[in-house]
DNA sequence: GCATCATTACTCGGATAAGAAATGTCCGAGTCGCGCAGG
DNA sequence: CCTGCGCGACTCGGACATTTCTTATCCGAGTAATGATGC
């Protein structure tokens, strides 16, 4: 029960792009930013497409860029479209197999494991929904020279 | 991002383990009980023994029993057990590599992102730790069948 | 000088390998219960 | 009949395959800028 690394330059790869001021970056550069794999952050990076957090454009000066202002990227957002919106707690009902599941009648409900591990989840997706992108933009702004630096790394 | 299956097989293993009254069941019950791989059933039992969830005997009559009362065991400590304490989010500080790593001052404090994404973890943690396995017992308890069948199933 | 066009370099995007982790299987060490022999 | 002992069967526990997923890499299709060319 890991989460990819891809949740980790995804997040960092959105902050940069928030901060450097160029129209659009390119995958060479962002990768650059963080020493990260240029082909296998392109990856990430297309999920983010995919998911409408980022926009993307071809040919030369093209790249990604930011689909909407980080005030409304929440790291909800990011998990999930990199990790996917499958549960994180696969229920295969083996309470209906085996000895117990064949002598049980057919049970009424949803299994309450299921159940109580859902809950759980969803207390994890609410405090994830709950910080946006902002709030950590905010929190590196503290150090006054980041926005300064970045910008002259990417651009 | 998934939980690995042995977490639903422990949960319900642990339930059955409550429901019944023998002293102590051994691998191959348990598994038919839901139809699970003795084997692979056994060996994630073995981590439930290794983080005091379930004390083993051996030899004949020998078998798994509970260490404490269901209303001591939480959600948490199944999870933990099966999936190891490991935080989720493995935060690799790609903050401090790349262009951007070598052009920042060493940065003072944790890491924003690796915050964030623990307080996240923790709400998770919390919801998991609020849930007794006795409270999905008496969930179960409701259909008033259950114990009934369980322990015929398995005794 | 200016518009048009072919070239070129650069981008994303998806198809293709290598490595790690989860899943599944097998066999050995140890121990408790049971049957048997002896008193 | 009672006691002690040897045997056997059953248990857990860890070492060994197989499948799935994550991680990493490579190459092609497409596009926008650029420079040359003709008017």
């Not at 949803?110 to 902002?134: D, F, I, N, T, Y």
Request: a negative charge.
């Amino acid at each position: 029960m890991r989460l990819g690394k891809g949740v980790e330059w995804a997040v960092h790869t959105l902050l940069n792009l928030n901060m450097a001021e160029s129209g659009a970056l390119g995958t060479p550069q962002l990768a650059r930013a963080h020493d990260l794999p240029p082909a296998y952050l392109n990856k990430q990076l297309q999920l983010l497409v995919k998911a409408g957090l980022l926009v993307s454009s071809v040919g030369p000066h093209g790249g990604f860029s930011l689909a909407r202002p980080v005030e409304e990227i929440t790291l909800l957002d990011v998990v999930l479209a990199i990790e996917g919106d499958e549960p994180m707690f696969r229920c295969e009902e083996i309470r209906c197999r085996g000895t117990i599941g064949e002598l049980s009648p057919r049970p009424t409900g949803p299994c309450q494991v299921k159940s109580a591990m859902r809950r759980a989840e969803r207390a994890w997706h609410e405090a994830l929904a709950g910080q946006k992108l902002a709030d950590i933009q905010a929190e590196l702004d503290e150090e006054p020279a980041v926005r300064r630096i970045v910008r002259s790394a990417l651009d």
